[in-house]
T-cell receptor, first 116, second 110 residues
């Protein structure tokens, strides 16, 4: 158990819908990262938040957005869902913000999203 | 941005033999290189990492080497065991994010 929690574990929805994935970082970690992992694919970085502020952005679609709240939990919102959005979505956390002094990222168990 | 290439994509080894996975990166500013192991349906877990101020690091049967000049780093697993079967990802930091390689599926044959 990494200490990072994600809910829900599984999510099945229809095309065109909107869903929200939730992540709670490890105690003491200020950074939250979101990744997408499609079937047989690697880990695609989506976005990072550090202490409530967006710090880095990857290949995140405009239909996707995220935020980090004062209690440091984060939510990833996916809207106008398409079949191709079906994937495993991981959240990870680290104590620092990254940059020059990088810290280990601890991954949560993931949310499996299926879009029908 | 950072581009991390990982080879091979699949690797099958006999139990007890060694496994080597190689990665190259493009950003000369990268200074942190972790390796993650992901078992089927599970989360990626860090198995070893190396920073740019060292050339090699070992942890029991696992070692990582880094060649900053050539911009490549490698994972070495010795005396492989069935529980080493998994997907392994290398990564390199780029600004505030990690860029991951495409992964290597390692199968250890009994």
């Amino acid at each position: 158990d990494s200490g990072v929690t994600q809910t829900p574990k599984h999510l099945i929805t229809a095309t065109g819908q909107r869903v929200t994935l939730r992540c709670s970082p490890r105690s003491g970690d200020l950074s939250v990262y979101w990744y997408q992992q499609s079937l047989d694919q690697g880990l695609q970085f989506l976005i990072q938040y550090y202490n409530g502020e967006e710090r880095a952005k990857g290949n995140i679609l405009e239909r996707f957005s995220a935020q980090q709240f004062p209690d440091l939990h984060s939510e990833l919102n996916l809207s106008s869902l398409e079949l191709g959005d079906s994937a495993l979505y991981f959240c990870a956390s680290s104590v620092g913000s990254g940059g020059f002094s990088y810290n280990e990222q601890f991954f949560g168990p993931g949310t499996r999203l299926t879009v029908l | 941005g950072e581009n991390v290439e990982q080879h091979p994509s699949t690797l099958s080894v006999q139990e007890g033999d060694s496994a080597v996975i190689k990665c190259t990166y493009s950003d000369s500013a990268s200074n942190y290189f972790p390796w993650y192991k992901q078992e089927l349906g599970k989360r990626p877990q860090l198995i070893i990492d190396i920073r740019s101020n060292v050339g090699e690091k070992k942890d029991q049967r696992i070692a990582v080497t880094l060649n900053k000049t050539a911009k490549h780093f490698s994972l070495h697993i010795t005396e492989t065991q069935p529980e080493d079967s998994a997907v392994y990802f290398c990564a390199a930091n780029n600004d505030y994010k990690l860029s991951f390689g495409a992964g290597t599926t390692v199968t250890v044959r009994a």
